[in-house]
C-alpha cells in the first residue's frame, strides 16, 4: 500500500468485487472500516464513527448506512 496522509480516510483494501476505506490515524495506521464500495452492484455501506486521539474509535448510534440502487 502506498503512503496515505495521517488523520484521513483512504482506499485500503480493493478487489474485483469491492473496495473498502478505512480512518487512518496521526500515525497512518488504519482504525476503522469506513466505507465498503460494491463494483458488482449498486450497493454502498457506510459506517459512521467519530475519532479523537484521546478515545481513539467510538461508533455511533446508528452502526451502518446502506445505499442502494444509485448509480456510478
Known sequence: MEHVEP????????TDKKTEWQYFDENS?????????????????????GYSRERGVTKKKVHTVELRGGKK
Open 7 to 14: 488523520n484521513s480516510e483512504a482506499i485500503h483494501r480493493e
Open 29 to 49: 495506521n488504519p482504525v476503522h472500516l469506513s466505507k465498503v464500495v460494491h463494483k458488482d452492484k449498486p450497493l454502498i455501506y457506510i459506517y459512521p464513527f
